[in-house]
């Protein structure tokens, strides 16, 4: 899904349920390695709480080696059956399922700030230098609606 399809589907799904446009926001959001954690078994993840957001994911064909797991639906980069939905809201957990993944940053030289926003989880801005894949994107990212 482009950036533009997934505008579209957020204006649609937000006329379903009965939102008019200054009810709500949309805006990009990017994650890079920056924004991860890894928990006590060693698991590398991200958590947002998302009620009263939706976020899209863009590009679902370019990732791989990750997982989300959220309370609508479920996306998995490397198996596609496996996909209930490309849009997440409620508590979303991505969660990296593989050695190497889609925001390992490329391995160019050249640095960049990415920077994302997940309601109450700040963004950090991010270096993307080094790394082991340079055909790997550098974040994972999304158009969100926050619904006022």
Request: glycine share 10%; proline share 3%; net charge neutral.
């Amino acid at each position: 899904m482009t950036e533009q399809t997934a505008i579209t589907f957020i204006e649609q799904y937000m006329r379903s349920i009965g939102k008019t446009k200054t009810q709500y926001y949309i805006e990009p959001v990017y994650f890079n390695s920056h924004h991860f954690s890894k928990d006590a078994r060693g698991i590398t993840f991200l958590e947002l709480k998302a009620q009263n957001q939706l976020y899209v994911l863009v590009n679902n064909d370019k990732y791989f080696g990750f997982e989300i797991i959220a309370d609508n639906n479920y996306f998995h980069a490397n198996i596609y059956s496996l996909n209930s939905g490309e849009h997440f809201t409620g508590n979303i957990r991505i969660e990296r399922i593989e050695d190497h993944w889609t925001i390992e940053p490329r391995n160019t030289g050249s640095s960049g700030g990415i920077s994302g926003n997940s309601g109450s989880n700040s963004g950090n801005n991010g270096s993307n230098t080094g790394g082991q894949n340079p055909s790997a994107r550098p974040y994972i990212a999304f158009i969100r609606a926050i619904i006022y």
